[in-house]
């Protein structure tokens, strides 16, 4: 696809499809093709969860992934440029594990507001997912409070506890002082 278009039918088959447009293109059905997915260029946005094929892999050689707020189970993530994802909150995706492919030096940025739990995970189990290469390449950029830990999880921060008892202590010594001062 050169230009933006949205995609409301089903994509089945074999065969590949490529991003290469400056637009955006929108998925909306629950396509079965199994052919590989590259964005060059423009972006690839999920109108609806499921859109992809478990087994279909992606080439990312630029352009955006938007995911929004869905959900999907994709295959390997390749990188061959510099290239984005975006998240929204409430979604989830799924890659397989991609640690036997190589990034280069290709970096991939995600982006986004992470308010109610998007989870992100590269690879299905501790053993795969990404290399720490990989991981090296990976910014978190937006309003997330996350990381992605060795396993390729994104992983929300949690606070310590101490976290708390400096806010709780805080609260009782500002209610001390606001009694002290009425009486």
Partial sequence: VSQGTDFSNVISGTGSFTQAGGGTTTMAAGNTYTGT?????????????????????????GGTFAA????D???????TGNAALTLGSGGALAFADSDAISWGSNTLSITGTFVDGFSIRFGTDATGGLTSQ???LISINGNFGTTIDSSGF????????????????????????????RV
């Fill in 134 to 136: 990989q991981l090296a």
């Fill in 73 to 79: 189970v994709i295959g390997t993530l390749s990188l």
């Fill in 37 to 61: 997915t590259t964005i060059s260029a423009g972006t690839l946005a999920l109108a609806a969860s499921n859109a992809f094929a478990d087994a279909s892999n992606f080439v990312m050689s």
């Fill in 154 to 181: 994104l992983v929300a921060a949690i606070p310590e506890p101490s976290t708390y008892a400096i806010i709780a202590g805080g609260a009782i010594l500002g209610l001390a002082l606001l009694r002290r001062r």
């Fill in 68 to 71: 929004g707020t869905f959900s």
